[in-house]
């Protein structure tokens, strides 16, 4: 009996970890003036990353709309993001 009320205290509280080492990178903006690898760009430092990291002019053109939802998808790859 005391083992279950240990296993069920300690699945729970083991089940955290994951979430907590998750929020260890908040975010990541891509390095474009790097190479590009395998994985993907490097991320920029902190320190440096600015408000125009986050903008792309691509957005604010309407793209054609679906027809049953009346809603439209626009596309952006990290190669439109210029530095």
């Given at each position: 009996?005391?083992?279950?009320?240990?296993?069920?205290?300690?699945v729970p509280l083991l089940s955290l970890l994951p979430f907590?080492?998750?929020?260890?990178?908040?975010?990541?903006?891509?390095?474009?003036?790097?190479?590009?690898?395998?994985?993907?760009?490097?991320?920029?430092?902190?320190?440096?990353?600015?408000?125009?990291?986050?903008?792309?002019?691509?957005?604010?053109?309407?793209?054609?709309?679906?027809?049953?939802?009346?809603?439209?998808?626009?596309?952006?790859?990290?190669?439109?993001?210029?530095?």
């Open positions: 009996m005391a083992k279950a009320q240990i296993l069920l205290v300690l907590n080492l998750a929020l260890t990178q908040d975010f990541c903006v891509a390095d474009l003036n790097s190479s590009d690898t395998p994985a993907g760009y490097p991320c920029k430092p902190k320190a440096s990353v600015t408000a125009n990291d986050f903008h792309y002019s691509g957005l604010a053109a309407a793209g054609p709309s679906g027809y049953p939802f009346n809603t439209s998808t626009t596309f952006a790859f990290v190669d439109q993001f210029l530095p």
